[in-house]
């Protein structure tokens, strides 16, 4: 009797070892092949919430809760502790999945609607971590935890090869598909319009109605306050915005909005 009860438990352990093997490489292969979509040639990490990285008095996984949600703002960079948290949630699995998310609810969105037909309906997008990546760079500059530095990050944009979320590069052909309009929005400036031109071309994003780029007038105007502005600009030009996607929150306040907000996850920055 005794050596069966130890034959059955050690089947029993041998099994959950097989199963817990499984999942580890099934998780490797995943992350590896979703994280390569980027074109990056950066490790591939997992997501490891457990990890222990803390900002005094919450867990870094809370703090990009709190930062997704709103709850926590006018924040200037990522807590140093939380670097690897958030080089792991960016480069791992999770980032694509939530991406997917939000996308997935646009997509059905988008296709319950009853349009009229006219070409008077547009869809907003931001560029920078909405329709265009900047993996590559902040993969280089500490994930959000190094202040921004404009000189180099314009660097980073002159060399045009931010490549595609290609969860947003979903989204952007099943609009077109159903007959809606895409409008560019971005706090890029104007002097930045041919290479972001090139940049969007070059991955595959060849139709737009309009690509909006902030013009000097609104030099010490906020992004709310910028983007206010020029959404008014395309009603009062008889555009309907059906939707609007966007990193940041403040891609999405202020009024107009439009009918329906989608807001793509991003803990590396903060724009007021």
């Not at 439009?258 to 903060?270: A, E, I, Q, S, V």
Request: glycine residues 8%.
């Amino acid at each position: 009797m005794c050596s069966k009860v130890s034959y059955r438990n050690y089947l029993h352990i041998a099994s959950k070892m097989r199963m817990l093997l499984l999942f580890f490489l099934a998780t490797v292969v995943v992350s590896s092949s979703q994280g390569s979509d980027l074109g990056l040639s950066y490790q591939i990490h997992l997501l490891r919430p457990q990890s222990g990285n803390k900002v005094p008095g919450l867990s870094c996984l809370s703090w990009r809760l709190g930062v997704e949600t709103r709850n926590i703002i006018g924040w200037t960079t990522v807590p140093k502790e939380c670097e690897g948290y958030v080089g792991h949630y960016m480069l791992g699995y999770q980032y694509r999945e939530d991406s997917k998310v939000v996308t997935n609810q646009a997509i059905v969105y988008a296709q319950s609607l009853k349009l009229k037909g006219d070409g008077k309906d547009v869809w907003v997008f931001d560029i920078d971590e909405t329709t265009l990546s900047n993996l590559p760079y902040y993969a280089e500059h500490g994930f959000g935890v190094q202040p921004y530095n404009s000189t180099l990050f314009n660097q980073w944009v002159i060399t045009a090869k931010a490549p595609a979320l290609p969860e947003s590069m979903k989204l952007y052909k099943t609009l077109l598909s159903l007959g809606i309009k895409v409008v560019f929005l971005t706090g890029r400036s104007e002097e930045q319009r041919t290479v972001t031109t090139n940049n969007l071309n070059h991955v595959g994003f060849h139709t737009w109605e309009k690509l909006i780029l902030k013009a000097s007038s609104y030099k010490g105007k906020t992004a709310v306050e910028y983007k206010s502005t020029e959404r008014k600009k395309l009603e009062k030009n008889g555009y309907r915005i059906i939707g609007n996607i966007g990193d940041q929150w403040s891609d999405l306040m202020g009024t107009p909005t439009g009918n329906r907000t989608f807001k793509l996850p991003d803990p590396m920055y903060y724009i007021s």
